[in-house]
């Protein structure tokens, strides 16, 4: 059940158009849209914006896992004609994305839907987009919700990839970011799954560091040369880098 003060953030939304979601905000402004995280265990990151704004999009859109929406509004935003579906199984995940989603001139083409990956239904997704949990176990959190969302154990990397492409359109694209450690796990599980990489972005945060995190792109159908590059979110002198600047320009203020 939520709480009296999200009931009331949602009814001001509702009646005067805008509330005390802004008055009182705790998130982030971006270009086209703002996205609030207090009600939600996962804050907003650079792994959402990186995944966000990098994905192969498509007239239908499923993110799983949207946590504040962050990504499904960056997929509305890219693609003009999507149709986006955002999931969630933490009751205030969902909260939050929905206030974020109707605050946005995004808000007749987002649906946001409390379900498990593995309960949802319905197929044919041109694209489906996942910031996943990772973490082996039970990692230790100040909440059950941030506990839930950092954990691998609420979802798999077998059951992700194998309802992904359950999901997944026959020309569609399942794209991901993870942490470097999780690379083999996850190209092992996507072939399980009869998924092939389309494409692969290394990511580092400085040039002299080493990669620190993937963005990953399968497909149903091998490709013939995958695409692959590597890039650094910043300088050595900690200022952006044009590859970063360049692909989150739309989006950043």
């Known amino acids: ?48 914006v990186l995944l966000g704004a990098w994905a192969d999009g498509g007239r239908r859109v499923l993110d799983v896992g949207t946590g504040s929406g962050l990504i499904a509004l960056m997929m509305a935003q890219r693609f003009a004609c999507a149709r986006v579906t955002a999931i ?55 909440t059950a919700e941030r506990t839930m969302a950092r954990s691998a154990e609420t979802l798999p990397f077998a059951a992700l990839f194998r309802h992904a492409s359950r999901l997944l359109a026959p020309e569609g694209r399942f794209s991901v970011v993870i942490p470097s450690s999780c690379r083999t796990a996850f190209d092992a599980e996507a072939a399980f799954s009869g998924l092939y990489p389309l494409r692969v972005c290394g990511v580092r945060t400085v040039p002299r560091k080493p990669v620190s995190r993937w963005l990953l792109s399968y497909g149903k159908r091998p490709a013939c040369d995958v695409e692959q590059e590597e890039h650094c979110i910043n300088n050595a002198d900690m200022t952006r880098s044009e590859w970063y600047s360049r692909l989150t320009d739309e989006f950043y203020l």
């Open 1 to 48: 059940m939520l709480c009296a003060a999200v009931v009331l953030r949602y009814l001001c939304v509702l009646i005067n158009g805008f509330s005390l979601y802004y008055m009182d905000f705790d998130g982030f402004r971006f270009k086209r849209f703002s996205v609030g995280h207090g009600l939600c265990a996962m804050k907003v990151g650079t792994d959402g």
């Open 88 to 142: 969630d199984i933490e009751p205030g995940a969902c909260a939050q994305a929905r206030l974020n989603v109707g605050c946005s001139s995004f808000a007749d083409r987002v649906d946001v839907v409390e379900a498990a990956l593995q309960d949802f239904h319905g197929g044919g997704y041109d694209s489906i987009v996942c910031n996943p949990p990772f973490y082996a176990g039970t990692p230790e959190s100040k």
